[in-house]
């Protein structure tokens, strides 16, 4: 095949390499091949000139292997002498087995801002054809190029010129080269699925360019503050389709000197980003609507799956209609499009136009998927649909505010929900999905910042973790509540607009927001946003307020203190004096808890704050109305009588949001030694009258912790017998079957209390789980999905308890239906729950299958497997001694930038409590600190907190064992 390609042509690989060798016989003359491979662990400046030259291409170039241990350079950003102005992009994916390259061409418009004497691009895992490189100033002369750098370790592509660029002038830059479609998950790579007509696999070539793989499908200017236009042409075979950010303005083109391949041509896009880019290539199909905006919104997936798309094309474009009306901007683009990726390293990613999804994330089988399943495919799809405009209008200039992006659609993903299926209560869950969960992490001194710097691309896929997206979430929404939401609004919107099309800091968001609250008064004059926020994303943690009543004078005083895990509260190496401003709320028994704007404020650096206006002697008060602030409360001991007491008379006087409050700071100010357990146990007495999921989730989310702590002691039978009549009454009251009348709540809470149930032994839930997995087991067609008498919303318990009491015959079993199933979400929770067997050759086994090639667990769930075996009390052991002694393939497979690496070590070390565990831990650390890459913080917050459960045993364990011991008795 010879096809027009750019100013060049290219041929067909048989073609080539006659073409090649002919070369080779003719003359030894040096290759036209430069490898550049940007992920090579060594810091050097490689000159063409003396760059060894292969006469082929390789399919897939690798570093070679280095032992040396070099710093991590800090400097890697590009010089800025030039701006990028439009991509001309023209890219053929060969997807075929034993090729998987790309032939490329790009061609960069760009203005030059400052006289230089180079052009500092970034390219990685790129085969640049160095003798097509060319440089012109647009509509003039060629620019007389010197020669060509390679930056290894920066990834830069550095093209030296002999007559140096002026200041306001604009150039024009030339690109061929091959890109390689690797199954790495990054970058333009290939994905697999099989085709059940007719057993075949499939290839698709899909992108993944957040944070910095752009550079590994074309060169570019790949940060994210550098912001241009896309021209757009993807090459693919007739039989195919293609997608992009834009629509297709000419589909179809024939490829000269080829009747396999055509041109898919694309509008030009608006301003964005590298990593916002996206192309695919697929044999996929869609459905498709419009709504009154006129956006065109297309939902892609594998043909076989077409008919798990329904949900998302339904509840889309009504969170996009939301959004654009929340943000008062109207969506800049004519059309919208989420695909069903079968292999996808993260949950889903932004791309502007082209929102690429896991499988589970987007697809949804009614009468097969759960509502949990339903519930986080409308909270990625509105995150996802949120960052359409706070990143992708408006992005940051640089990592550091990563926050800007994942906090903000963290936080308004729950009102885009909210607003079209009030029903599912989402932002009743804000406070036990992202505030107290991602407490736990900040509470480590080896947290960070918010707002962090980072200078490495390691450093960057490191900082996607809890606190950018859970705590970024809950100090947006406690800014909504103390603005108001009026004014929080109309800031944004302001922000939106003047800066749209741009990058910006979160300074400048600062600023929108406090001109707007000044003007609505809602901010008093003395005070701006900047001074207020600056003390939660520039430093670590969050407040503890001690409320201490004057019961005699209607006051209280307030007190502020980090609030840290363990009894080691002060740092030696950390002598900072933290402290924030803290927007005050509070509620007595009986009053309004709807109000949560805040009258009262603790600035920065206040010692003591007096607060009048506190209620009767003998009632309760509730501080940090609706857990709106990011911070623990905790009060005197009468306070925590009053609200244990009010608790069992009539816990509904205090708010649902509230209930959930108190049950999280009680029982992790406990955990601290900041409040007695026997205190922090009598707040939970009344939940045997509790019909409410949140206060529920948070109590067991609490209680989970001792019963982690618990397990392996002699102590654990008393915990079980205790919790058993803690849990009883609610699981006898909702039922192991589902009832017509049920919420999506009493759902949720069903599958919480069958769960605790089980585990803690309760005959009727463990012979219900066997009996009807035994029902499936024994149907002549089980893998007719929608006839499985298992309840659709109680799979994953049924299943996990049925294969812990069961031999290799269940698991066996549910293997089968895993390999057999076409539903994304059936499939991930056998995936989930086969780690629950307590068969140790079977859990091994398990573990070896999760980085075996074929063996039917796909790349991007082996760390789900292996954190599920982690978790399980016989696998624990098993998964952290496998990760050691498979160190080389881990590292292989998930790599130093993954975003998955950190959750899978901080799975694999969690719930540590003994001197020899943490021993091991610390060992590990030592011998691979060189090699955690993402995940180094996540074995540091692993450790700190394996020290503070050590601590915690020693402080607590035998108290609480006593203290069970006479609850029991009391029970009986």
């Excluded at 073609?15 to 036209?32: D, H, K, N, S, W």
């Excluded at 996929?284 to 006129?294: C, G, L, M, Q």
């Excluded at 009258?599 to 009632?619: D, F, L, Y």
């Excluded at 180094?936 to 907190?945: D, F, L, M, S, Y």
Aim: with cysteine; proline share 3%.
């Amino acid at each position: 095949m010879v096809e027009k390609y750019g100013d060049r042509y290219l041929v067909t690989k048989k073609l080539a390499l006659t073409l090649v060798v002919f070369a080779l016989t003719a003359c030894a003359a040096v290759g036209i091949l430069v490898y550049y491979v940007g992920v090579a662990d060594v810091t050097e400046t490689a000159s063409d000139s003396g760059h060894d030259s292969d006469p082929e291409p390789s399919a897939e170039p690798e570093p070679e292997p280095t032992t040396t241990v070099r710093a991590k350079l800090t400097d890697v950003r590009l010089p800025t002498h030039l701006v990028p102005l439009k991509y001309k992009l023209e890219l053929v994916p060969f997807i075929i087995p034993d090729n998987f390259t790309i032939r490329g061409y790009a061609e960069i418009e760009m203005n030059c801002t400052e006289a230089a004497f180079n052009i500092t691009l970034h390219a990685a895992d790129l085969s640049i054809e160095n003798d097509t490189v060319a440089v012109m100033e647009k509509g003039g002369n060629d620019v007389d190029i010197f020669n060509y750098d390679y930056d290894l370790d920066r990834e830069f592509f550095i093209i030296n010129l002999n007559s140096g660029l002026e200041a306001g002038k604009t150039y024009v830059i030339k690109i061929h080269y091959t890109a390689f479609l690797k199954d790495n998950l990054k970058g333009f790579y290939r994905s697999v699925y099989k085709d059940r007509t007719t057993g075949d696999d499939e290839y698709i070539a899909v992108t993944q360019f957040q944070a910095t793989d752009a550079r590994r499908a074309f060169p570019c200017f790949d940060e994210p503050g550098i912001k241009a236009k896309y021209e757009v042409s993807l090459g693919r075979r007739a039989e195919m389709s293609s997608i992009s950010n834009m629509p297709i303005v000419s589909e179809g083109v024939p490829m000269e000197g080829t009747t396999d391949y055509v041109w898919d041509h694309y509008q030009e896009s608006v301003k964005m980003s590298t990593y916002l880019v996206a192309f695919v290539v697929s044999k996929f199909k869609y459905e498709e609507t419009t709504r009154e905006n006129n956006v065109r919104f297309r939902i892609w997936s594998e043909p076989n799956s077409l008919d798990q798309t329904a949900y998302a094309r339904d509840i889309g474009p009504k969170i996009l209609e939301f959004f654009e009306s929340y943000f008062n901007v109207k969506f800049p683009l004519p059309k919208q499009d989420m695909i069903a990726i079968p292999d996808f390293g993260a949950g889903a990613m932004e791309n502007w136009g082209l929102i690429t999804y896991r499988e589970t994330a987007l697809l949804f089988k009614e009468g097969v998927s759960a509502a949990s399943n339903k519930q986080r495919i409308a909270i990625v799809v509105s995150h996802e649909l949120a960052h359409q405009w706070f990143g992708n209008l408006v992005t940051p200039s640089w990592w550091t505010d990563l926050w800007l992006n994942e906090g903000f659609a963290s936080y308004v993903e729950y009102l885009g929900v909210e607003a079209i299926q009030p029903e599912l209560k989402l932002l009743e869950q804000f406070v036990t999905h992202d505030l107290q969960d991602v407490f736990r992490i900040d509470a480590l001194e080896s947290s960070h910042p918010i707002s962090i710097p980072v200078k490495h691309p390691a450093e960057i896929s490191e900082i996607f973790d809890r606190i950018s997206y859970g705590k970024g979430a809950s100090i947006i929404r406690m800014m909504d509540k103390f603005l108001t939401t009026d004014t929080f609004r109309q800031g944004l919107t302001n922000y939106l607009t003047d800066l749209q099309f741009d990058s910006a800091e979160q300074d400048d968001l600062w600023r929108h927001l406090t001109v707007q609250g000044h003007k609505d008064k809602h901010l008093p004059l003395d005070m701006d946003i900047k001074t207020i926020m600056d003390t939660w994303t520039l430093q670590m943690g969050f407040p503890v307020v001690t409320v201490t009543r004057n019961y005699q004078a209607n006051t209280a005083s307030v007190t502020q203190e980090r609030f840290l895990i363990g009894k080691s509260k002060k740092n030696v190496n950390d002598s900072k004096v933290y402290s924030w401003w803290i927007p005050l709320t509070f509620a007595a028994i009986g009053d309004n808890f709807e109000n949560t704007y805040s009258e009262n404020w603790m600035k920065e650096g206040e010692q003591v704050k007096e607060i009048s206006g506190m209620p009767a002697t003998n009632t309760a008060v509730v501080f940090n109305v609706q857990q709106t602030g990011y911070y623990r409360v905790n009060y005197d001991k009468e306070n925590w009588g009053l609200l244990a007491q009010q608790l069992l008379k009539d816990h509904t006087a205090i708010h649902v949001i509230n209930r959930a409050q108190i049950m999280d700071d009680a029982l992790n100010l406990a955990k601290s030694d900041l409040l007695d357990y026997e205190t922090a146990l009598s707040v939970t007495g009344y939940l045997s009258s509790e019909v409410e999921y949140i206060p529920w989730a948070s109590a067991l989310t609490g209680l989970s912790y001792i019963n982690k702590m618990m397990k392996r002691t002699p102590a654990y039978g008393d915990f079980k017998k205790y919790m058993l009549k803690i849990i009883d009454p609610i699981y006898t009251k909702l039922g192991f079957n589902a009832r017509p009348e049920d919420t999506h709540l009493d759902i949720m809470l069903r599958k919480k209390a069958v769960s605790w149930a089980c585990s803690m032994g309760n005959k009727d839930c463990l012979d219900k789980a066997r009996e009807n997995f035994g029902y499936w087991m024994g149907m002549v067609e089980p893998d007719v999905e929608e006839a499985n008498p298992v309840d659709v919303n109680l799979k994953y318990e049924t299943y996990c308890n049925a294969i812990s009491d069961g031999s290799n015959e269940e698991w066996d079993f549910a293997w089968q239906r895993y390999e057999n199933s076409h539903v994304a979400s059936e499939k991930s929770t056998i995936l989930s729950a086969l780690g629950c067997t307590k068969e140790v050759w079977l859990l091994n086994r398990y573990l070896n299958m999760s980085m075996t090639p074929g063996s039917g667990v796909r790349r991007q769930d082996g760390s789900t497997v292996i954190g599920g075996v982690a978790r399980n009390t016989v696998g624990r052991y098993l998964a952290f001694d496998f990760i050691r002694e498979e160190w080389d393939t881990v590292k292989e497979i998930y790599g130093k930038s993954s975003f998955t690496m950190a959750n899978l070590m901080g799975n694999i070390m969690s719930n540590r409590n003994t001197e020899f565990e943490i021993r091991n831990l610390r060992e590990f650390e030592k011998e691979h600190a060189s090699e955690l890459g993402t995940s180094t913080r996540a074995v540091q917050q692993a450790i700190e907190a394996g020290e503070a459960n050590l601590m915690w045993m020693k402080k607590n364990y035998e108290s609480i064992w006593r203290w069970l011991k006479i609850q029991n008795t009391k029970l009986y």
